[in-house]
């Protein structure tokens, strides 16, 4: 099978946010989607996150930079809960296209492979009626959710009406992008050795070391991975990271100064057991 480390969510680009998505004060990690004028594009104030809708929040945290009449490219959308009156049969949601949606389909992403989705978090604490980041809190990349695939669909308007009812709402059946592509997840997750049962895809609700990528103490675009994800004479299979000068080997553990703009990295984990073991750990002890 193969795991997608997929970027998402405001990054340093004042147009796609400037500021980090937040690490609440109880561990909650909430996702901030870009902002979007595009068609199928949603205000903030009409997105729920984990302590109220996201208006406010991303009002506090870019300094009124975006506020809660602004919209949003809800993407991935993982949790049932974002939006108000969901249709029967709704399940997560992932779109992509251009050249992100090009390698994907290069690497045949499909039914049964994994995205983890990453994204640059900071914590922040509520002082004085707004939140706003604390001061010494450093920058991360953390993997805050997942969507295992079950179905992979072109979208675009013309195309809409193919998809089940449940996913139309979707911005990219709204835009006609190069390559649009959705994934509709699985009802259940098909990977974890959890003794609960999860969905095929949602959001990790609090903060875990496990989900941290950034090395200790580095910048957060060097992640450290165990020593498996490394290239070797014999195979590379961390797409976009095949240059041997981007890793430094230890015995356990490895660290990897990752590309600046990727948005999809590729790993084919078939046959590599260490990957799974790892990923499978996201998971273990989650309650849904």
């Known amino acids: 099978m193969k795991i997608v480390f997929s970027r998402k969510g405001f990054d ?30 949603i205000r903030y104030d009409k997105l729920h996150g984990s302590h109220g809708t996201l208006g406010s929040l991303i009002t506090d945290l870019t300094g009124g930079t975006y506020n809660g009449s602004d919209t949003a490219h809800v993407d991935p959308d993982l949790r049932a809960n974002t939006l108000a009156n969901r ?12 050249a992100a949606q090009s390698h994907l389909a290069g690497a045949h992403i499909g039914e049964g492979d994994l995205f983890l989705f990453f994204g640059w978090f900071r914590r922040v604490e509520f002082r004085g009626g707004s939140y706003r980041y604390v001061p010494s809190a450093p920058d991360l990349h953390v993997i805050f959710g997942w969507l295992q695939v079950a179905v992979v669909l072109p979208a675009r308007p013309s195309v809409r009406a193919q998809a089940p009812d449940w996913a139309q709402y979707h911005t990219h059946f709204s835009n006609a992008w190069d390559g649009n592509t959705v994934y509709l997840a699985r009802s259940r997750l098909d990977f974890s050795r959890s003794r609960h049962s999860l969905p095929g895809g949602g959001v990790f609700p609090k903060f875990r070391d496990e989900l941290r990528l950034t090395s200790p103490g580095k910048s957060r675009s060097v992640w450290q991975l165990p020593r498996c994800f490394a290239p070797t004479d014999q195979r590379s299979i961390f797409s976009y990271h095949n240059d041997v000068e981007r890793w430094t080997l230890g015995r356990v553990f490895c660290n990897v100064q990752t590309v600046a703009k990727g948005q999809e990295f590729v790993i084919d984990a078939t046959g590599c057991r260490g990957i799974i073991t790892w990923v499978r750990r996201l998971f273990d002890n989650m309650v849904p």
């Open 12 to 41: 340093s680009t004042p147009e796609y946010g400037g500021v980090a998505s937040p690490i609440m004060p109880d561990g909650s990690l909430v996702s901030l989607p870009i902002p979007s004028t595009h068609r199928g594009s």
């Open 87 to 98: 249709r029967k049969g709704w399940r997560p949601i992932f779109g992509q296209a251009g």
